[in-house]
């Protein structure tokens, strides 16, 4: 019998995984770090593994994170030299989909001045720009991202997207590598970021960034709050540069509760809620890798930790 560790400081998120694979893999032992035959594991599921719990499992032949990111895992430190996976969760993936569509109305229609102006019982029409000339653009073209800025491009936006290596998306403008960056900023109204946290993506929502963008641009975050150059981004909404900020990812989670963020105008703080991987396809996916490492098959949704994502 293979034998999981769940290796995460969070009670809640262990209590649903352990119950869910219960219930889709009830053969496979599901074990916490603390309990007997736990340094047996094969398989380590991950979300922020406590310092030097990975080191101390000897017979560890798989790292899965347990969400689409690995930045959790410290992959700059002395990670085991195993392999390591991610979940790629298609009800996920939709509900980024749901959310960025709701992001892009709402500020490409102005409901964001309404509302603001409904507090003053202000009635005052905003302009009404054709969805063909609101210019979207999407940092990343991964799972998320792609899905993200082809549901955009499908309800008519004029849509960039940027990611490392060349893409071609259907009804996206992409641009790829540290030379596209400028080409898929410049002009854009609203910015979307679904890019990975990695050496080389933290801090790249930076006052350089925000500057290539129209005047008066929105930003909408949904990669990590690493990404946001915290003082540039406050400069750019004083400065007008940037009309708003959506953010749904922070540095700190959660946000607390008296962080600037809360009250800066412009700003909208949402609790990290653009979308989540089921627990019964995280423990669905963890086992089928599990399956995948006994009978020798190529493992799903593979990281490179040389990369970071
Ligand atoms: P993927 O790994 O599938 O995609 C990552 C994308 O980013 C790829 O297109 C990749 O390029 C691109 N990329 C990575 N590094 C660079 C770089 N240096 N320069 C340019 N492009 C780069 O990730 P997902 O789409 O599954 O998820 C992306 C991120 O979204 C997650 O890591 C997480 O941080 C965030 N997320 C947030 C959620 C929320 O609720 N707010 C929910 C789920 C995810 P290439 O295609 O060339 O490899």
């Known amino acids: 019998m293979s034998t999981v560790v769940l290796l995460t400081d969070d009670a809640e998120l262990m209590a649903e995984l352990r119950q869910a694979f219960a219930q889709v893999a009830p053969a496979l032992?599901?074990?916490?770090?603390?309990?007997?035959?736990?340094?047996?594991?094969?398989?380590?599921?991950?979300?922020?593994?406590?310092?030097?719990?990975?080191?101390?499992?000897?017979?560890?032949?798989?790292?899965?994170s347990v969400s689409a990111g690995i930045e959790h895992l410290d992959t700059a430190g002395d990670l085991p030299a195993v392999p390591v996976c991610r979940v790629v969760d298609p009800e996920q993936r939709q509900g980024m989909v749901e959310f960025m569509r709701w992001a892009v109305i709402h500020y490409q229609r102005h409901f964001d001045l309404v509302l603001a102006r409904q507090q003053q019982a202000r009635w005052q029409r905003p302009p009404q720009i054709p969805a063909g000339e609101y210019r979207v653009g999407v940092l990343g073209l991964g799972s998320m991202g792609s899905a993200v800025a082809q549901d955009l491009a499908g309800a008519g936006y004029a849509v960039r997207g940027w990611s490392r290596s060349p893409k071609t998306l259907a009804g996206v403008d992409c641009h790829h590598g540290d030379s596209g960056l400028q080409d898929c900023l410049t002009g854009l109204d609203l910015l979307i970021n679904l890019l990975p946290l990695t050496t080389a993506t933290a801090g790249l929502l930076n006052s350089r960034v925000f500057a290539a963008l129209a005047p008066?641009?929105?930003?909408?975050?949904?990669?990590?709050?690493?990404?946001?150059?915290?003082?540039?981004?406050?400069?750019?909404?004083?400065?007008?540069?940037?009309r708003a900020a959506l953010l749904d990812v922070f540095e700190q989670e959660p946000l607390p509760a008296d962080h600037p963020w809360w009250h800066t105008p412009g700003v909208t703080v949402t609790p990290h809620m653009a979308s989540a991987a089921s627990a019964r396809c995280i423990a669905?996916?963890?086992?089928?890798?599990?399956?995948?490492?006994?009978?020798?098959?190529?493992?799903?949704?593979?990281?490179?930790p040389a990369l970071g994502y």
């Not at 008066?216 to 990404?227: D, E, F, K, M, Y």
């Open 29 to 64: 032992r599901v074990l916490q770090a603390h309990e007997a035959g736990a340094s047996e594991a094969e398989v380590a599921a991950c979300w922020f593994p406590p310092a030097g719990a990975l080191q101390a499992l000897p017979k560890l032949r798989l790292i899965h």
């Open 216 to 242: 008066g641009a929105v930003l909408v975050n949904g990669g990590r709050g690493q990404h946001v150059a915290a003082a540039d981004l406050a400069a750019a909404l004083s400065s007008g540069q940037l």
């Open 284 to 304: 669905s996916q963890i086992a089928a890798n599990t399956q995948r490492l006994l009978t020798g098959a190529a493992l799903l949704h593979r990281a490179d």
